[in-house]
């Protein structure tokens, strides 16, 4: 540093300096120099979108109320919306309402978002949609179903197995499917004349709700049915699709029209009305095959596996977002299991074991005393004949956990 640097930093630190004390600490702020706007308020956000105001906002007086919007755009948007402060931000994300994906998803889920659901067999994935269904109906929005592997009967069983109740929402059209199945059953009224009661009330309540495809083959056929029940339940902006199984779908149709399905079902409903699409998919070896290499495509993909080396000999069930954009994802693991009524509960499998071994110990403890260092049981040493030892005698192992039952068991 030259002397002239030198002296002028001396300077400049000795105005800062009262004479024979200490430097005056600066007001600390929280808040950067470069984030405070034109407004002088750099934490304002819009009364319509919910964003932050980077500009000067647009301000007016309603029913002796201030509303501040970020742009003129947005503050029409709230008059038309009859001045509802918010009512723009609830319509970019939502919450699933399913644990491992709210876990993952601090700053919820897009609306717009095509995502693929891809599940080894064994892993519940038919409980994943049906919770996806069954939150979006309780938060009151309407859901359509478009089933290809499954009757409408089966679907609504589904549901009641995990102690959801759909019957109300079918009834009043909140639930729609779309019926991709039955086209495989040559003679129906044979089908339902070999139906119990019970299910023939289940396809009875499901029939007004339900619209069944002639041939799932011709894809414009299945978009048009799709369409109608998108435009009869008015979903834009709410709601959700769910598809069951696109790896059937691309054994019915070359893979190219596979492709374009889903490309137009994208553009047309995620992009065009803001109402997401989940669709299912088996992983069964080709993960180089449609739908499995469809990752360019979709906007988000969520995995569900079994792991067996956590714990051995026990399958534990997995989920985790590898990608969706536009939002914050954690890409973490969540072992989970399903309980009725409770829907996805995630555990530490860890954790678990450890929980059970401590309780196992605790239990052999409150059944008798421990044996003596001298290798004699408290019997013994009062004198008493111990029981014979023997395989006829030895009292049966406890099964570990997952561990399959003896043979002479089963």
Not at 96 to 101: E, N, Q, R, S
Not at 213 to 234: F, I, M, Q
Not at 339 to 366: C, H, I, N, Y
Request: glycine share 8%.
């Amino acid at each position: 540093m030259t002397d002239e640097r030198r002296s002028t930093a001396d300077e400049v630190a000795g105005s800062e300096t009262e004479p024979g004390g200490d430097p005056e600490p600066s007001e600390p702020s929280d808040v950067p120099d470069a984030e405070v706007g034109a407004a002088g308020r750099a934490d304002e956000r819009c009364d319509f979108c919910g964003l932050p105001v980077p500009t000067e906002p647009v301000a007016t007086t309603h029913e002796g109320d201030e509303f501040r919007c970020c742009s003129q755009a947005c503050m029409d948007a709230l008059s038309r919306a009859g001045f509802d402060a918010g009512a723009g931000a609830g319509h970019r994300r939502i919450r699933p309402g399913v644990a491992a994906l709210d876990q993952s998803l601090p700053q919820g889920f897009p609306r717009n978002a095509f995502v693929l659901l891809a599940g080894e067999a064994g892993s519940r994935d038919r409980a994943v949609h049906a919770e996806l269904v069954w939150r979006a109906l309780q938060r009151g929005e309407p859901v359509v179903v478009v089933s290809f592997q499954e009757p409408p009967g089966s679907i609504v069983q589904q549901f009641l197995t995990l102690e959801w109740n759909v019957l109300p929402y079918l009834e009043s059209g909140q639930l729609h499917i779309v019926d991709c199945f039955t086209y495989r059953l040559s003679d129906r009224d044979r089908m339902f004349d070999r139906m119990d009661d019970w299910n023939q009330h289940l396809y009875d309540a499901a029939t007004d709700a339900t619209t069944t495809t002639r041939d799932p083959s011709d894809l414009g056929e299945v978009r048009n049915k799709l369409d109608n029940a998108l435009e009869a339940r008015e979903m834009v902006g709410e709601g959700l699709v769910l598809i069951d199984s696109l790896t059937e779908l691309g054994t019915l149709v070359q893979p190219v029209q596979a492709y374009d399905f889903v490309k137009d079902l994208r553009a047309d409903v995620c992009k065009g009305r803001f109402v997401p699409v989940f669709a299912g998919a088996t992983i069964a070896g080709g993960r180089e095959e449609f739908p499995h290499d469809l990752g360019y495509v979709t906007d988000g993909i969520v995995e569900m596996r079994l792991n067996e080396e956590i714990i051995p000999d026990t399958l534990i069930k997995q989920a985790r977002i590898r990608k969706l954009n536009g939002v914050l994802v954690i890409p973490e693991w969540h072992a989970y299991e399903y309980t009725s009524g409770l829907g996805m509960v995630t555990f530490d499998p860890e954790e678990e074991q450890a929980k059970s071994r401590q309780r196992r110990r605790e239990a052999a403890d409150a059944d008798g005393p421990p044996a003596h260092p001298d290798g004699t049981d408290a019997e013994h040493r009062n004198g008493e004949t111990p029981a014979p030892v023997g395989p006829e005698a030895r009292p049966p192992e406890r099964p570990k956990p997952g561990a399959e039952a003896p043979e002479n068991d089963r």
